[in-house]
């Protein structure tokens, strides 16, 4: 089995900066992409950023130039740096991995349990 595990949310103010983690372990041979999403209250949730196993980065357009995705393959890690965050950035943030447990098996999305961040005005 896998397992995702996410840390680093928190309180901040607006304009402030938090950074969140999600450590990936289990049964892997290969993770794919990994990206992190948000889910508001009242809201779906929603793509904030992905990075492949090449390091190609995608971002939503409400978080570009804010925020940067990052990982550590040897870590099993991705990474997400939040600056200038807003009270609409408020959410709980999930992280999901793209993982292949062996060479012959497909591909397999695992979710972390999520993290909530909450930005005061």
């Known amino acids: 089995q896998v397992q995702l595990v996410e840390s680093g949310g928190g309180l901040v103010q607006t304009g402030g900066s938090l950074g969140l983690s999600c450590a990936a372990s289990?049964?892997?041979?290969?993770?794919?992409?990994m990206g992190w999403y948000r889910e508001a209250p009242g809201k779906l949730r929603e793509l904030v950023s992905s990075?492949?196993?090449?390091?190609?980065?995608n971002y939503a357009d409400s978080v570009k130039g804010r925020f940067t995705i990052s990982r550590d393959n040897t870590k099993k890690t991705v990474y997400l740096q939040m600056n200038d965050l807003k009270p609409e950035d408020t959410a709980v943030y999930y992280c999901?991995?793209?993982?292949?447990?062996?060479?012959?098996?497909?591909?397999?999305?695992?979710w972390g349990q999520g993290t909530p961040v909450t930005v005061s005005s």
């Open positions: 990075i492949t196993d090449g390091g190609s980065t």
């Open positions: 289990g049964s892997i041979f290969r993770i794919n992409a």
């Open positions: 999901k991995a793209q993982i292949r447990h062996r060479p012959w098996l497909g591909v397999n999305d695992y």
